[in-house]
């Protein structure tokens, strides 16, 4: 999976998978109505704006929100998700 210019993705992934992943990192992709699991491509202008994130958690899953503004430029901010219940069921 790639985020596209224009593109929002919330994620979620481990930190331990980050540090170890070269290109594609497994992580957990919220929707509006759909959780699925992918592989994201990294370059390095995401690394780098991923690494700025995840040094200030202790957290062992890093929940966040990535937007490709330009060609080499992704904003990264604590990611959100509204969790309702509804009936027997869950959605996000």
């Known amino acids: ?24 990192l497994p992580v957990t992709v919220y929707d509006n109505t759909l959780v699925s699991i992918e592989l994201l491509e990294i370059n ?4 780098k704006a991923l690494k700025k994130i995840i040094e200030f958690s202790d957290r062992e899953n890093t929940f966040v929100t990535i937007q490709r503004t330009t060609l080499k430029t992704y904003l990264v901010y604590p990611g959100a998700a509204v ?5 027997k069921s869950l959605s996000v």
Request: net charge neutral; no cysteine; proline share 0%.
């Open 1 to 24: 999976m790639r985020i596209e210019i224009g593109e929002r993705k919330t994620l979620e992934f481990k930190r331990e998978e980050f540090k170890g992943a070269d290109t594609l």
């Open 83 to 87: 969790v309702e219940k509804v009936g």
């Open 44 to 47: 390095k202008s995401m690394e």
